[in-house]
T-cell receptor, first 111, second 108 residues
Framework: NAGVTQTPKFRILKIGQSMTLQCTQD?????MYWYRQDPGMGLKLIYY???????DKGEVPNGYNVSRSTTEDFPLRLELAAPSQTSVYFC??????????FGPGTRLTVT | LAKTTQPISMDSYEGQEVNITCSHN???????ITWYQQFPSQGPRFIIQ???TKVTNEVASLFIPADRKSSTLSLPRVSLSDTAVYYC?????????FGQGTELSVKP
């Protein structure tokens, strides 16, 4: 099993551009999550999903959108990128309330 | 959502036992207590989870008093490779909040 994979690993965006961060898991987990982590800080939940077709907002959803058309994939969309979205983005999945499995992260810089 | 409070940092030496305490005064009945470890430039890794009393696995123990308003992660005989940030989370799936964590530094 590959676990949770994220692409790209690094990306530099100009202000106002858009992009999609990809996340795929092969563990058949129902729950998937997107977090962002700013330097020296803990992770903040952006969006989560409890199953295909179901998504909900976390702590910091503004400026982001998600979709969950399949169990495996949970892409995060950034529209009109802003410098405040410079961060490391982690995707995670879990079977239920149990442990979350994290991907390697995407380092995004908006200039 | 239950908020957690942990020490910002701790120092230890190789071979010592390390105990990191987390306060969560407004924990709800359905909430679990979960601890994660994070190394630089990596995603967090699950360490242990519990609901009440004591839980032990191959890497750590988790002590939870009867009132569940706090919990203590115990790492036996730490090594240099245990240097990391440790997060205490309280809540249900999809509602977990990561605080700032405890930065543990293990010295030789």
């Amino acid at each position: 099993n590959a676990g949770v994979t994220q692409t790209p690993k690094f990306r530099i965006l100009k202000i106002g551009q858009s992009m999609t961060l990809q996340c795929t898991q092969d563990m058949n987990h129902n729950y998937m999550y997107w977090y962002r982590q700013d330097p020296g800080m803990g992770l903040k939940l952006i969006y989560y999903s409890v199953g295909a077709g179901i998504t909900d907002k976390g702590e910091v959803p503004n400026g982001y959108n998600v979709s969950r058309s399949t169990t495996e994939d949970f892409p995060l969309r950034l529209e009109l990128a802003a410098p405040s979205q410079t961060s490391v983005y982690f995707c995670a999945s879990s079977p239920s309330v149990d442990e979350q499995y994290f991907g390697p992260g995407t380092r995004l810089t908006v200039t | 959502l239950a908020k957690t409070t942990q020490p910002i940092s701790m120092d230890s030496y190789e071979g010592q036992e390390v105990n990191i305490t987390c306060s969560h005064n407004n924990i709800a009945t359905n909430d679990y207590i979960t601890w994660y470890q994070q190394f630089p430039s990596q995603g967090p890794r699950f360490i242990i989870q519990g609901y009440k009393t004591k839980v032990t696995n191959e890497v750590a123990s988790l002590f939870i008093p009867a009132d569940r308003k706090s919990s203590t992660l115990s790492l036996p005989r730490v090594s240099l490779s245990d240097t990391a940030v440790y997060y205490c989370l309280v809540g249900e799936a999809g509602k977990l909040i990561f605080g700032q964590g405890t930065e543990l530094s293990v010295k030789p």
